[in-house]
């Protein structure tokens, strides 16, 4: 329901021309649902779950490439 409630308020606020706003809390949101997915694997597998790697190593990569993403986005590295 959280995430139903962010696309409405994205919906509505992109049609009163604020849309900018509700982009860059959507971008924190999701950063740092990406840090804790992070620390839950990092915390499993130093409890000695051995397959948690293949967890971290998944949105490690992910992490990366969406990084890269913004930056080539926000024109601070070329799109090759």
């Known amino acids: 329901s959280i995430l139903i409630t962010i696309s409405v308020l994205h919906i509505v606020f992109t049609l009163l021309g604020w849309?900018?706003?509700?982009?860059?809390a959507l971008h924190i949101f999701l950063w740092i649902n990406l840090g804790c997915y992070l620390s839950v694997g990092i915390f499993i597998y130093s409890k000695g779950y051995k397959p948690a790697m293949y967890y971290l190593v998944g949105w490690g990569v992910f992490a990366f490439f969406t990084y890269i993403a913004i930056l080539s986005y926000a024109g601070l590295i070329p799109f090759t």
């Open 19 to 24: 849309g900018g706003l509700l982009f860059g």
